[in-house]
């Protein structure tokens, strides 16, 4: 099976063998819901300022640094889906909740 570490899996010499895939969840949090959703993990309200966006750049100007807040950042997952019948196992909250017990589990957290 080959799949660069996707974890998908495709057998070698099948018609989708070679094919590039998004894989991920079926939708992504906004940062409001991501920081709420650590909250809710961690038993705690965290706190967000919103602010205008010029003066949020004015202190992360860097594009790489600020990027997941500009753009679209939920990959399009129906090929995956519709060639090999991809279906993500977790929804975004769960993995994060799977992250922090696995972290928690190793002293990481």
């Not at 660069?4 to 018609?15: K, T």
């Not at 939708?27 to 909250?39: K, M």
Request: charge should be negative.
């Amino acid at each position: 099976m080959r799949c660069g570490g996707c974890g998908a899996g495709v057998p070698a010499g099948a018609e989708a063998d070679g094919e590039i895939f998004n894989i991920g969840s079926a939708y992504a949090l906004t940062a409001s819901r991501f920081v709420d959703a650590y909250g809710e993990i961690y038993g705690t309200r965290i706190p967000v300022e919103l602010v205008p966006w010029a003066e949020f750049v004015r202190y992360i100007p860097d594009l790489g640094a600020n990027y997941h807040f500009r753009e679209h950042m939920c990959p399009d997952i129906s090929k995956i889906g519709r060639e090999l019948g991809y279906e993500p196992r977790y929804t975004p909250e769960e993995a994060m909740k799977r992250a922090v017990a696995w972290m928690r589990g190793r002293g990481m957290v």
